[in-house]
Every structure is written in C-alpha cells, then in structure tokens.
C-alpha cells in the first residue's frame, strides 16, 4: 500500500467531516473567486427522473439569501410533506458534492440522490447551498463564522416552509454535521413534525476526531496534536504538529472549531420533544454504529435504523477499507443503498 496515499486520503476524509469548507482545505490557500467559480460551473452529476420536478428555492437567512432546489412529485393535487435537507460539513453544496478542489474527494450526489427518491415517494424536499458557497462566500467575513450562524439557516428554512400551504408537514434531514445542526435548530425554535439524523456523530467533535486520527497517526503524532488542537483552540498558534495535519488547524477555521467543540449530541438529543429517525451505516468510517447506539440510549423515543452494508455516503461498501472507499465517495452513478429512501419515506409518512 501507498502509505503516503493512504494518510493524504485519510486526512481527506476527516477534513470533511471537520473542516468548515473554507478555502483553506489541503493546508493551501485557494483564490475564493476561482472557488467560487468551479463551483457554479459545476454540472449536477445526474439528472433526475421523470417522475419529479425540480425549481429554484431561495432562504433568507439574515441579510444572506442561500440559493436552493425544491423538489416535488411531477403530479400531487393535495397537501404533501416536506423536507429541509442539511448538509455535512466541507464545502458540501446542495447536491451532497463538495466544491472546488475537494470536488475530487467528495463528489457522492447523495442529496439530490435522495431527493428524488423522496419525490417518488411522494415527499417533497428543498436541499440548498451553504452559506461558505458561491456569491454568499464574497459576503461574509469566514474568520467570524460560528456553528450558530448555519444553524440559523437550518432555521429560516424550517421556517419558510412551514409556512407554505403546498406542505403538510416539515421534517429535518441532516447528514453528519448537519445531523447536529437539525438537532440544535429544533431545540431553538426550528418548527418541525421530526428530525432525521443521517449518520449523525455521538460524542462531541473532539472525541470524534482524536479517535480518527488515532487510526493514522503514530503515537508520539498523536501527541503532538493533542497539545497542538488544545493550544489552537485556546488562540495561540498550534505549534509542532504533523504538516498534514494543519489544514484542520487553520486560523480562519478558529472561531466555528471553538463553538463546535462546545457541543455534545447526546445532551442535546436528550432535549427534543419531537420523534428523531437515526439513520447509521454499519461500514462508515467516518461515524460509527456506536455513535447512533448512544443517541438512541440518550434518547430512547428515537427510532434507529442501521444499514450495515452502507458507509458514510450511503453506498454499500465491502469492508472498513479507506482506500477501498474512496471510490464510493467520488462516483455519483454507484446507487446509494435500496433501504434509505424506503425507510425515511415510510417512517415520515407514519408521523402525525
């Protein structure tokens, strides 16, 4: 095995999960306009069928209008429910596809993917852009952004579609960080009928990471970043630590890192007074089974539903490889695993 390879590739795969998909990721900086433009240039990876239609949805979030896409069944004459679908952390745009360099790391279409699934089923959806995407990006001072700022636009989203008649009801979709961010949003006012957390972490950010990178790093590494993260955290430059490392440990990353850490899903999912799907893939090596085990115990109501075959993206992967499953993060046309659309359409279409 390429052991450089495998090391590039594993930082890859935690970064989407930690980094705020600044244009920092890779330790380089990157021109925000070049970003910008790879992004909106971008083509959707596929289409989708004939039996849904697709329009531009907008959410006013403050003074940002994040740019969306409403999905609905090409044929309804009745009040349909409706979900907001929260992406995970990177540079994670509406369709699941990560924008500018890390499009070669992450380029699943998982949420548009579902979308039409849900469409089908009759369940309509708006996915939408990140406010660290496109025009909004030039808007925005990044070194100020904090994780309440896009659990704000989880917020005004709920919001604009609980009050549009076309719906019935409004269900929260999110996907890794965003499985925290729907749980935050509901806790603030969020209106919603239920939450749906797709491979939603159990234990705070902190825990997370130091148990990835303990899988890659020697331990005398591993001790560096131990004190390297404490001392970022704390304002102060991270010091030595492991070159591949610092993309995780940039200054504009500083502030949304230290409101991150502050949160613990298991404190705030015992807090929810609505009913919350877990949704777990049993080969994500991202997020573990045990990590929706501990939401279901914090929160007994819940109900778990666990996808052994399926990995963090929700296609099914043969083993824990990563290397084995970097393809599956990057392929669009691999179908995401037949159990994920069925059992969140049939568990939204059962709530009151």
């Known amino acids: 095995m390429n052991t450089l390879r495998f090391f590039r590739f594993s930082l890859i795969v935690t ?3 930690v980094s705020i998909a600044l244009a920092t990721a890779a330790g380089q900086a ?76 992450n380029n699943s279409n998982l949420y548009a993917i579902l979308a039409w699934q849900l469409a089908t ?29 896009f659990i704000a636009d989880a917020i005004a989203g709920a919001r604009r ?26 806790n603030r006012g969020a209106p919603a009928a239920g939450i749906v957390m797709m491979s939603g972490a159990g234990r705070p950010i902190t825990v997370v990471l130091r148990e990835q990178l303990s899988k890659q790093l020697p331990p005398p590494e591993l001790v560096k970043w131990d004190s390297a993260f404490a001392r970022y955290l704390r304002g102060e430059a991270p010091g030595d630590v492991h070159p591949g490392l610092m993309s995780l440990l940039q200054p504009t990353n500083r502030r949304f890192m230290q409101s991150w850490v502050k ?20 080969r994500d090596i991202q997020v573990s089974e045990s990590d929706a085990r501990a939401l279901k115990t914090a929160q007994p109501a819940a109900t778990l539903f666990v996808i052994p075959a399926a990995n963090h993206v929700f296609r099914a992967a043969l083993s824990d490889d990563r290397l084995a499953q970097a393809k599956l993060y990057i392929d669009p046309t691999i179908p995401i695993v037949p159990e994920l659309g069925p059992a969140i359409a049939d568990w939204v279409n059962k709530l009151k």
């Open 263 to 282: 949160y613990d899903p298991v404190v705030e999912i015992a807090k929810v007074k609505i009913p919350v799907l877990i949704v777990q893939g049993g």
């Open 121 to 149: 089923a009759g369940i309509a959806s708006v996915r939408y852009d990140k406010r660290v995407l496109g025009d909004n990006l030039q808007k925005m001072d990044l070194s100020s952004i904090s994780i309440d700022d």
């Open 15 to 17: 970064s989407l999960l």
């Open 30 to 105: 990157v021109d925000t306009s070049t970003l910008r433009s790879r992004a909106l240039a971008s083509a959707i990876d596929t289409v989708p069928p004939k039996s849904v239609i697709e329009t531009q949805f907008t959410i006013q979030s403050g003074t940002l209008t994040l740019p969306g896409t409403l999905t609905v069944p090409a044929k309804y004459n009745h009040q349909i429910p409706v979900a907001l679908i929260v992406a995970g952390s990177g540079p994670t745009d509406r369709n699941g596809n990560s924008a500018g360099p890390l499009r070669a790391q």
């Open 161 to 186: 579609l609980v009050a549009d008649r076309r719906f019935s009801k409004v269900i929260l979709i999110g996907h890794s960080e965003g499985a925290e961010l729907v749980l935050q949003a509901v």
